[in-house]
């Protein structure tokens, strides 16, 4: 599957046509890696990466992304998710996006049809939200939000939340109906260029409700928080 998302991206490139430049809406690219990051926490510290690659114009863009989190002690995997995305915008600051997302880790792998929004919310706040249909029938939703506040020229804070909603519990996935999981944070970059910043900060998540429940009765506990360096560039 996830040589299938390899190869369709692969595909949405070739598949600009040779004039796309010469005309006023030009197609560009544009990769970013939003957060490549160490992780401590309670001694049992993780490694974790979230970036895409965009490419389109104005009108028409495609979204390839990845999300993954590894135990640096254990050397496993704790998820693993893939998306490839197509992206149109339907007002000044929101665009619609529809694709699939590919979960390679935890076990077992799960393919999802994807249909959300994205854009910038009053007070500058980036704002995303998706709803997903999972090839076992199951429906879920993540809300994500984020801002920068920028505290001297070069030096912002960078406060996020992400969660997660399950419509229908799957025990195989050890994922309870309702809230499932929350992420919050609180990053302090420092801004070299444009594109790249490093920072640190603090990084809580947590599992809620019954999903939380099978993490106990797994011995795990369901929150965890941490302490991250790490950088986001762009180019």
């Given at each position: 599957?996830?040589?299938?998302l390899?190869?369709?991206?692969?595909?949405?490139l070739?598949?600009?046509?040779?004039?796309?430049?010469?005309?006023?809406?030009?197609?560009?690219?544009?990769?970013?890696?939003?957060?490549?990051?160490?992780?401590?926490?309670?001694?049992?510290?993780?490694?974790?990466?979230?970036?895409?690659?965009?490419?389109?114009?104005?009108?028409?863009?495609?979204?390839l992304?990845?999300?993954?989190?590894?135990?640096?002690?254990?050397g496993?995997f704790?998820?693993?998710?893939?998306?490839?995305?197509?992206?149109r915008?339907?007002?000044?600051?929101?665009?619609?996006?529809?694709?699939?997302?590919?979960?390679?880790?935890?076990?077992p792998?799960?393919?999802?049809?994807?249909?959300?929004?994205?854009?910038?919310?009053?007070?500058?706040?980036?704002?995303?939200?998706?709803?997903?249909?999972?090839?076992?029938?199951?429906?879920?939703?993540?809300?994500?939000?984020?801002?920068?506040?920028?505290?001297?020229?070069?030096?912002?804070a960078?406060?996020?939340?992400?969660?997660?909603?399950?419509?229908?519990?799957?025990?195989?996935?050890?994922?309870?109906?309702?809230?499932?999981?929350?992420?919050?944070?609180?990053?302090?970059?420092?801004?070299?260029?444009?594109g790249?910043?490093?920072?640190?900060?603090?990084?809580?998540?947590?599992?809620?409700?019954?999903?939380?429940?099978?993490?106990?009765?797994?011995?795990?506990?369901?929150?965890?928080?941490?302490?991250?360096?790490?950088?986001r560039?762009?180019?």
């Amino acid at each position: 599957m996830v040589w299938f998302l390899v190869a369709a991206s692969v595909a949405a490139l070739l598949a600009v046509p040779a004039s796309a430049a010469e005309m006023d809406n030009m197609v560009l690219s544009l990769v970013t890696i939003e957060r490549l990051e160490y992780r401590v926490q309670d001694g049992n510290d993780h490694g974790f990466v979230e970036g895409d690659l965009v490419i389109g114009n104005d009108d028409h863009k495609a979204v390839l992304g990845v999300e993954a989190e590894r135990d640096l002690d254990g050397g496993t995997f704790e998820s693993t998710e893939v998306h490839l995305l197509y992206r149109r915008p339907v007002s000044p600051f929101f665009d619609v996006q529809a694709g699939i997302r590919h979960d390679l880790a935890p076990d077992p792998e799960t393919t999802h049809l994807a249909l959300g929004i994205a854009g910038l919310m009053p007070q500058w706040v980036e704002f995303e939200g998706t709803a997903y249909l999972s090839d076992d029938g199951d429906i879920a939703f993540r809300a994500e939000a984020e801002t920068e506040l920028y505290l001297t020229r070069r030096i912002f804070a960078q406060p996020m939340i992400e969660l997660d909603l399950f419509a229908s519990e799957n025990s195989a996935r050890e994922i309870g109906a309702g809230f499932g999981k929350i992420e919050t944070g609180l990053r302090f970059h420092y801004a070299i260029t444009g594109g790249l910043s490093p920072y640190i900060g603090v990084n809580y998540e947590a599992k809620l409700g019954e999903t939380a429940d099978f993490a106990r009765a797994d011995g795990e506990d369901p929150g965890a928080t941490a302490f991250v360096a790490g950088v986001r560039f762009a180019y």
